[in-house]
């Protein structure tokens, strides 16, 4: 009888341990799908714990999160600007977690009560797609200012600030860079030759690659993943200054899955998966002091970097979309 009761709880123990682990990681990604999918591919292989993801931009993964607050479906966020992960924080849509492995980020890198940590970062960039140029007969812009040139007329593809960590990300580095006000000045111009504000922090790159717009801004990584490919991009930093992403993961509140979050969160900042992101060919910067970058990626300390506050501009990010609404896409 003894045997017997050992066996059934022996097997009660074994089934809602398999039950436990066989229960897939469910993450909210804010990288574009195809790193998403190698990255967190790679994560399973590494630790054998499944994952299933969603490809959400920031505003959508935010609003999706907000929406399941009483009753999350996910475990993370993952990607995205960390300004946005400071909302998640602020809105109290997400838990903190120290990883033993980020003593050895800078401190820009990691929200000081735990609540976010970045895993990796890219700088700004603008592309031209050098067959349109030359068609064209423009030259390569050199500034920001360039970009309000009429030659420039309805040929430039940005993210709309309203979904995108990327294009909240171009609008709050330069208001931190130039002020309010010129900042917004600069924006209203810019607007003239908008061809379209793309949903997606991504879109620009693919629009610009193919020929359907003739400049595209955005982060850099998709840019240099179409050069690479062989699409004929040029890619520049705008002699003022450029600002830069640093990419988050946050924990969600009431994670159903906290364990195996917290085990992403500890080998996306591990140096031997930092150093896979050049394996994978992500064209990410490596946040991790030892690790290597990627083949391909320019100089980091060759581009003209400006000064971000992540804190400030999460803080603000309200009032400056709302403003960015008002002023620019709607011309008020």
């Known amino acids: 009888m003894r045997k017997s009761s050992l066996l059934v709880a022996f097997l009660l123990v074994l089934t809602l341990s398999v039950g436990a682990f066989a229960a897939p990681l469910m993450v909210y990604s804010s990288v574009d799908e195809e790193n998403a999918r190698d990255i967190l591919a790679a994560f399973t292989k590494d630790t054998g714990i499944p994952v299933r993801f969603v490809h959400l931009s920031s505003g959508p993964a935010l609003a999706r999160m907000e929406a399941e607050k009483d ?7 993952m990607g995205a600007p960390s300004e946005n992960h400071v909302t998640a924080k602020q809105r109290g849509l997400t838990q903190p977690y120290f990883s033993p492995n980020a003593k050895v980020l800078d401190a820009k890198f990691v929200d000081e009560e735990g609540y976010w940590t970045s ?8 592309a031209m797609n050098t067959a349109w140029a030359k068609k064209a007969g423009v030259e390569t812009p050199e500034s920001w200012q360039d970009l309000l040139k009429p030659e420039f007329a309805k040929e430039i593809q940005m993210p709309t600030p309203q979904s995108s960590g990327t294009g909240y990300n171009l609008v709050a580095s330069l208001i931190l860079a130039w002020g309010e006000e010129e ?6 111009e810019l607007d003239k030759n908008i061809q379209t504000y793309t949903q997606s922090g991504t879109a620009p790159s693919q629009a610009v690659a193919v020929g359907e717009a003739g400049i595209g801004i955005q982060f850099t990584p998709a840019f240099l993943k179409y050069m690479d490919e062989g699409y004929p991009l040029q890619l520049i930093f705008p002699k003022e200054g450029v600002g830069y992403e640093a990419p988050a993961i946050s924990i969600i509140k009431g994670a159903p899955n906290l364990e195996h979050a917290q085990a992403l969160v500890d080998w996306l900042i591990s140096l031997e998966a930092q150093n896979k992101f050049g394996e994978l ?7 991790h002091p030892q690790a290597v970058a990627g083949e391909g990626l ?18 603000n990010r ?5 403003k960015w609404i008002d002023e ?4 008020q």
Do not use: H, Q
């Not at 900042?183 to 209203?188: E, G, I, K, N, P």
């Not at 060919?281 to 946040?287: G, L």
């Open 318 to 322: 309200k009032d400056i979309v709302d």
């Open 328 to 331: 620019v896409l709607r011309g």
């Open 281 to 287: 060919k992500t064209y990410f910067f490596p946040v």
């Open 183 to 188: 900042a917004f000045s600069y924006l209203r």
């Open 71 to 77: 009753n999350p479906r996910a475990d993370i966020w």
């Open 298 to 315: 320019p100089a980091f300390n060759e581009i003209p970097l400006l000064e971000y506050d992540a804190i400030w501009a999460g803080d």
């Open 119 to 126: 895993f990796y970062m890219n700088p700004m960039g603008v």
